[in-house]
DNA sequence: CGAATGGTTGACGCTTCTCAAACTACGTGG
DNA sequence: CCACGTAGTTTGAGAAGCGTCAACCATTCG
């Protein structure tokens, strides 16, 4: 455990102008790094020594229980960063569900970079803000949610562009496992509430892996406990 | 929605020297406020003007569904920041359980302070990789977790110190209604496993609000889901 | 063509939720 | 001082959602 999978990666870095957003300055050439999916970037427990730019594909962040039993805490894909809240050793797995192009930035050369440039630093802590949103939204998610809301709010997580709107249709870049994995679920229940989705007209699935929308009114309903049928009567207290 | 109790808080701010950990540089005297329990210290939704170093006392964080489901997303006790992760407006509601003691900081000082000061904005990631580590935690125990495990888990974790050791007993500053919002579970469900690790001769509660650990090694394996009753046999796949 | 992998569907059971009542602690007012 | 109301906790009985186990289907790859 805690192996130094890490070193899979091959290549080193140039130091390219850390792009936080996707289309940033990203000047041709600089030294990335391919990986194939499934491949492991790093593993939980592992010396957390670099940061991680994603270029492109989809990565799978997750923990697992002694026993097996694995959560995944995240799905990190074009134009974000990997690895940046991780002082000492790395606080989960990260492994590509997709081929991805990544770049890699040696920590300490990252941290005194953030000390040299307060511009970044900011920028950086906002990232973290985000990444924080999203992990207080999961805990709603997985606390609070029944399978279909959860499999609701998922589709429209992946959906949603940065402005709020909503693609009509989206491919899966991850297996139904690791859906399942990371909405607290198993594989049955999340296959079972794709077809009820199907059934009830919400959404199409030409193949497993693409979702067309055919409903984001009632999907948004959905993923927000909002209207529960007639769009009236809410629990009494609130409201 | 989103009111602005932040109003309710009085007093202003001399700038004391952030004291991230506790027991660390607090000038007597320096200006805080007292809140009673209770008290709203941020809303969800509100403009997020503030960052507030939480002196003593415990507060809770929680965002609530439309329909009043609700999830605590953590609880924060004395020495820990709070708001700082942040952008625009507040990611969820701050209550004080407590009576509590805070300093105020203004968002805008405190910005300029991280980019004045290079060696203050690593020591603020710190913070923020902490709580993205604690999130982290939260969502394995409230997508994976039996109720047992979750509560065993939280005892755990109110108990233990930095250096990891476990008091022998602890006090709750909260009641069975925020521990099952912050489990993922129902006052209902809290309450029999109370019983059960009782029964079991786990803990001893003497009343509703102290817990004293009879068997922390038990408790321990319970929390990760370690041992189940021999010592042996694990799924397999893993180890 | 056959095996392997991932996804879907079905039957059944268990954990947890829901609804309801009783119990405790605490403060108020007679 | 004691009856009373209120809020929080505990306990019980029944229901339901989701997990478990198992079979089946679809696709891919050798």
């Known amino acids: 455990m805690g192996a130094h999978f890490a070193s899979q990666l091959s290549g080193n870095d140039g130091f390219s102008p850390l792009a936080v957003r996707p289309g940033a300055a990203r000047p041709a050439g600089t030294p990335v790094q391919r990986v194939a999916a499934g491949t492991i970037v790093f593993a939980e427990g592992d010396v957390a020594d670099s940061v991680f730019e994603v270029v492109s594909g989809t990565l799978r962040l997750h923990k697992v229980m002694v026993d097996g039993r694995r959560q995944v805490t995240g799905f990190v894909s074009g134009g974000r960063l990997l690895g940046v809240a991780q002082s000492g050793e790395c606080l989960c797995t990260a492994e590509a569900v997709t081929p991805a192009v990544l770049r890699r930035h040696p920590r300490a050369a990252f941290e005194r970079r953030i000390d040299a440039e307060p511009g970044l630093a900011r920028r950086i802590l906002a990232e973290m803000c985000n990444d924080l949103r999203r992990a207080q939204d999961q805990m709603l998610l997985l606390g609070r949610k029944s399978a279909v809301e959860k499999v609701a709010s998922f589709l429209l997580s992946l959906a949603a562009d940065e402005d709020g709107d909503y693609a009509d249709s989206i491919d899966l870049p991850m297996s139904r496992t690791d859906i399942a994995d990371y909405l607290g679920l198993t594989t049955e229940t999340v296959s079972r509430t794709f077809t009820k989705l199907r059934n009830d007209g919400l959404i199409a699935l030409p193949c497993p892996?693409?979702?067309?929308?055919?409903?984001?009114?009632?999907?948004?309903?959905?993923?927000?406990?909002?209207?529960?049928?007639?769009?009236?009567a809410r629990r009494p207290g609130i409201c």
């Not at 892996?209 to 209207?227: I, P």
């Open 209 to 232: 892996v693409s979702v067309e929308f055919l409903d984001l009114d009632q999907l948004e309903d959905l993923a927000t406990g909002g209207a529960d049928g007639d769009g009236w």
